[in-house]
């Protein structure tokens, strides 16, 4: 955080002030967790439909949006300390902006893609400017964004180039599914974050987080099977509903607690990828 900070040492009964340092603009958001919620749609949409090299810039584009945007909405966040933004805006749009036409040279069709998440984008900006960035609500608003990217991918490795989104290819069976397994698993990190962190004195949490956990399991098996899938892609839900009932030590420094959840994304992506496609 910009600012100043005085440092006092104390010894044999004199004081000796330390000149204030500032330290620099951040440029790297500190909700490190966010980064995998950028990188697990990614992985689910090519889970549908394999790899491709032309996917690197379009995924390169996604996640530095996420930094830019976060600087964009520190700037309506902290308006008396605007400015420590702008290094930040600064950096990610240089890095941002030739990804971002690299990937319209080579799908055209992104163009609506990019324009249709304005809107959530301008809910998150509203949010923002009412100092509200942390609510439920506007962390649903980003889940909702990562479950749409599923589709995107799905219709990125599918080689369709031209002005028109291919359809057909985003909207199978197995992109729902992915698409289904990346709203539960978001949503259920985020209530089982929340619960552990900011809302630890709000038991409702807690006991919201567990009931999503526990519901996510039979629905992700069930659906599976009714989509000719194998059952096992709710294995991972199965152990998401065990780490909310046995990670629930608030002591936890958040590092520790999202290291957790990057093992819970990974082992989700990992069986999208072997049941799947």
């Known amino acids: 955080m910009a ?6 040492a104390t010894g044999a009964g004199a004081s000796r002030s330390v000149e204030p340092r500032r330290r620099r603009d951040p440029v790297v958001p500190e909700q490190h967790g966010a980064w995998g919620f950028l990188l697990l749609p990614v992985l689910l949409g090519s889970a549908t439909g394999g790899w491709s090299g032309e996917l690197l810039p379009v995924a390169a584009a996604w996640v530095a949006a996420y930094p830019l945007s976060w600087a964009v909405s520190g700037r309506l966040t902290a308006p008396r300390r605007a400015a420590r933004f702008d290094r930040a805006i600064r950096v990610w749009a240089v ?13 055209p069709w992104l163009v609506w893609v990019g324009v249709a998440y304005l809107l959530p984008f301008a809910v998150n900006l ?22 749409a990217a599923v589709p995107v991918v799905a219709g990125v490795v599918s080689g369709a180039h031209g002005w028109t989104p291919p ?8 992109v729902g599914l992915a698409v289904l ?11 089982h974050v929340k619960s552990l962190i900011r809302e630890r004195n ?7 987080a567990r009931l999503f956990a526990l519901a996510a399991v039979p629905v992700v098996i069930g659906l599976a099977v009714a989509g000719g899938r194998s ?6 839900f199965a152990v998401l509903a065990l780490r909310s009932f046995v990670v629930r030590d608030r002591g ?3 590092a520790r607690i999202g290291m957790i959840e990057l093992a819970c994304f990974a082992a989700v992506a990992g069986t999208a990828y072997s049941t799947l496609g």
Do not use: Q
């Open 95 to 107: 890095v941002a902006a030739p990804l971002m036409l690299a990937s319209v040279l080579l799908r």
């Open 3 to 8: 600012g100043a900070r005085t440092d006092t």
């Open 252 to 254: 936890w420094r958040p």
């Open 167 to 174: 359809w057909s290819a985003m909207t199978t069976t197995d």
């Open 231 to 236: 059952p096992w892609l709710g294995a991972p």
């Open 202 to 208: 709000d038991p409702r949490y807690a006991l919201a």
């Open 181 to 191: 397994v990346c709203v539960l698993t978001l949503v259920g990190s985020t209530l």
């Open 126 to 147: 509203a949010f923002a400017r009412a100092r509200r960035e942390r609510d439920l609500a506007n962390d649903l608003v980003l889940v909702a964004e990562c479950a």
